[in-house]
């Protein structure tokens, strides 16, 4: 008699003789079982998935309306308009853009000189395209 002859001689000893229809109905029981739960967990997760869509909602504050002053107090004055320096050396109304193959690098040399100040290692490496 062979090891597996053996094994399978003891399982069925063991499990009380059941008969072959009674294993593979509480198979398919436990299979039933098991995707049940699986099924209802997705449900959830898609359902707290949809719910992310209110998550930056409650981040935002509300817009604050003004409150009418009483008809016997005064309107406040305006405050007065903030100078802004014009001529050479400012960027008074330049509107700057930055390419996209721009960013990367800037960013780049801002990290690798917060970290240098820092005392960190960092290094910065260029990465090209092969053709």
Wanted: charged share 15%; net charge positive; with cysteine.
């Amino acid at each position: 008699m062979t090891f597996l002859a053996a094994m399978s001689l003891t399982a069925t000893a063991a499990e009380g003789a059941k008969t072959l229809g009674q294993q593979v109905q509480e198979g398919l029981m436990n299979m039933v079982v098991g995707l049940g739960v699986v099924f209802i967990v997705l449900i959830f997760l898609s359902f707290v998935i949809s719910l992310f869509k209110f998550i930056n909602k409650l981040d935002k504050p509300k817009a604050k309306e003004p409150v009418a002053a009483p008809a016997g107090a005064p309107a406040p004055a305006a405050a007065p308009a903030a100078a802004v320096p014009a001529g050479p050396g400012t960027m008074a109304g330049a509107k700057v853009t930055i390419a996209d193959e721009v960013e990367g690098p800037v960013a780049a040399a801002i990290l690798a000189a917060v970290a240098e100040s820092c005392g960190g290692n960092f290094k910065v490496t260029s990465i090209k395209k092969s053709k």
